[in-house]
């Protein structure tokens, strides 16, 4: 009868781990699928650890252990651990308080019923002060994070990121199935605990149910080993050691029983991640800090929560995004590798205008092709088809010889000339005026009161890696309203694409062949002019280059950065301006360098409020093309050479 008592108690509170280790799985199912065998031995490992170690050390290990054989990683694994002892807390403290209204007097049941309830109600607040309180809790995160190395800062963030992820995701696991787990788990472990108890009495202990749940759960028994616990009851020494055997004996059998070689190559079978949440979208892991930086600083906390909840069910290979307000990430699912474009709130509305463009012209032109689009009043996000063959101008013209990079670029001019031809309109007089009122005018004033541009702007001279050129006062004549509309006078209307930089357009690899992206429709006065000019902002400002500089010099009327212009690019640019001019009139490609400097004063307010360090050598790009301008069309005797910067 004896022996029939002991694997009684020993076979429920197996069962009792057994739903345990469910309930485990469900926390980890949101993200990934539950290695069942792995979480059964970090299970039994923690659990035969508590048994020698104090302070419940064991539940570090089972972490680790666990953590080391998932996706996610220790992180997630250490805050499901944390969410698993979070709700053993609630539990002991209503088995306690049911102890106490049930009217059991012992001092220690009378204690630990305080103090459960009290670390109970203590966690309860813990989670909603960190609630309530998100930013100054995120900072103080991130500060106790950021005294170790990149590497460890990152685990420390990531950890922190999945205890918040944790809790915060309960909701997408079933409820009523972790209630009903939790609550077999406990009736498991009562009834094992009260057959333990009948045992020990027959033994002639003065052993109970009650006597047993103080042993393990106490408040004097948290810092204690289950050994120690054991040892401390008084009991007699075959009785201590039926207990330390029954409390060992269960981990290790499940420990062995999740030991054969079909349980191990089952974990290893490829999975389908398509319905997991991902604790981070990002693969690199210079990525993963840049953003839980972002997230710990709470500068922006609604963009980084609608960032998360747009980009859970994809893997963000890499972030290509830009110059723009517009996100733009190369990312896979089940489905394959893409493109996914996205803005939040006004960003949003105007990324939907560039959606509607590509829609209307599609037909027209050579365009990405758009797989899905989700468009919300609060956001706007299209994912574009990825072809490996593919690849941005700046990369093929670098990779292939001058031939090719003329012939892709003739085909643009050639494409492109057909929309112009088929919605060729007057040009707006109205729009012009507001077009150099606001591109203009109003990004001058910008430029003349900011502070990062002061000393530079003042003088009539400026030097730019030690050659002089004339500064924007010596050249202000070329701006003014009167001067623009004399030269804008031969521009016609018509659909443009708007943004027609060389990193916008994608070669496909074979002879000519290409396709747009990322149009931009807030251009107010729309010639094809502008058109030409966003390839003279590449290939004639070094746009793409400026973009690659990291480290700029300023001071006075002076200008230093790594110019690294390519003479890849100058055979480009001298192509160009030959087919400009062979298709155009002079006047015609005089408006379209002077469009080129409205495009730089366009970029520079943007570059001095997103990147004010580098702003100066965008402004030193500005002045460099103004003075080409000045020299091929506004200076008496001006001189002929094609390449200012020579």
């Known amino acids: 009868m004896n022996a029939l008592l002991f694997l009684g108690a020993v076979a429920a509170l197996m069962v009792g781990h057994g739903l345990r280790i469910r309930r485990w799985g469900r926390f980890i199912g949101i993200y990934e699928e539950p290695p069942a065998g792995a979480l059964m031995r970090a299970l039994s490992l923690g659990f035969a650890l508590n048994f020698v170690l104090p302070f419940k050390l064991g539940d570090l290990c089972r972490a680790w252990y666990a953590g080391r054989r998932m996706k996610s990683g220790v992180g997630l694994s250490l805050a499901t651990v944390i969410v698993d002892r979070f709700l053993d807390v609630l539990a002991v403290a209503l088995l306690f308080g049911g102890l106490r209204l049930a009217g059991v007097q012992r001092e220690l049941v009378q204690e630990s019923a ?65 209630l009903l787990e939790t609550a077999g788990m406990w009736l498991c472990y009562i009834s094992s605990y009260a057959l333990m108890g009948l045992l020990l009495t027959r033994l002639g202990a003065a052993t109970d149910l009650v006597e047993i749940i103080v042993l393990l759960f106490s408040r004097s028994s948290l810092d204690l080993s289950s050994l120690r616990a054991a040892w401390a009851g008084g009991a007699a020494a075959a009785e201590q050691v039926i207990l330390a055997l029954y409390l060992l004996l269960p981990p290790v059998i499940l420990f062995a029983a999740a030991l054969p070689r079909r349980l191990r190559s ?18 690199d892991e210079r990525d993963q800090l840049s953003f839980l930086d972002e997230y710990f600083s ?18 963000i290979i890499e972030d290509c995004s830009s110059g723009s307000n517009a996100a733009t990430i190369l990312c896979m699912d089940p489905s394959g590798i893409f493109y996914r474009k996205y803005a939040f709130g006004a960003d949003g509305e105007k990324l939907h205008e560039q959606l509607r463009w590509l829609r209307a012209h599609e037909g027209r032109l050579p365009l990405c092709e758009i797989l899905r689009e989700d468009v919300t009043d609060d956001y706007c996000c299209y994912d574009m088809r990825y072809a490996s063959e593919a690849v941005g101008m700046f ?46 005018t109003a990004n001058l004033e910008r430029l003349e009161t900011a502070r990062e541009l002061h000393e530079l702007i003042s003088g009539d001279t400026l030097t730019v890696n030690h050659r002089e050129y004339k500064n924007l006062p010596a050249l202000r004549f070329l701006f003014e309203p009167a001067h623009l509309r004399e030269v804008f006078a031969p521009d016609r209307c018509c659909d443009i694409h708007g943004d027609l930089t060389v990193e916008n357009i994608i070669c ?76 155009l009139t002079p006047a015609e490609v005089r408006s379209i360098f002077y469009h080129e400097l409205v495009h730089w004063l366009r970029l520079l307010p943007y570059k001095l409020r997103k990147d004010p360090n580098r702003a100066p050598m965008f402004y030193a790009g500005f002045i460099m093309a103004a003075n080409d301008v000045y020299r091929w069309f506004e200076e008496d005797g001006k001189d002929e050479t094609r390449d200012g910067r020579s």
Do not use: C
């Open 114 to 178: 305080r103090f459960y309830l009290l670390a109970a109600a203590g966690v309860l607040a813990a989670l909603l002060l960190v609630r309530v309180f998100s930013t100054q809790a995120k900072r103080l995160a991130m500060a106790a994070a950021s005294i170790f190395n990149d590497r460890i800062r990152l685990k420390s963030e990531r950890f922190f990121w999945s205890l918040i992820n944790a809790f915060r995701d309960l909701r997408h696991v079933k409820l009523p199935l972790v």
């Open 266 to 283: 089952a974990e290893s079978a490829p999975r389908d991640d398509a319905h997991y949440l991902k604790i981070l979208p990002q693969i």
């Open 298 to 315: 709470a500068r922006q906390p609604d963009v980084v929560s609608r960032f998360i909840a747009l980009n859970r069910d994809v893997s």
């Open 395 to 440: 990369q093929f013209v670098h990779s292939h010889p001058s031939a090719a990079g003329e012939k892709v670029l003739f085909a643009v001019l050639d494409a492109m000339e057909g929309l112009y031809a088929e919605t060729d309109r007057p040009a707006d007089p109205e729009a012009l005026d507001r077009y150099i009122q606001t591109k203009v």
């Open 508 to 583: 496909t690899g074979e002879p000519g062949g290409f396709y747009l992206i990322d149009p931009n429709t807030g251009n107010v006065h729309d010639t094809k002019f502008l058109d030409y000019a966003k390839l003279l902002q590449s290939l004639h400002g070094g746009y793409e280059f400026m973009m690659k500089t990291g480290a700029v010099s300023a001071s006075k009327n002076s200008v230093d950065f790594l110019s690294t212009r390519s003479a890849a690019y100058d055979e480009l640019f001298a192509a160009l301006r030959r087919e400009l001019e062979r298709r």
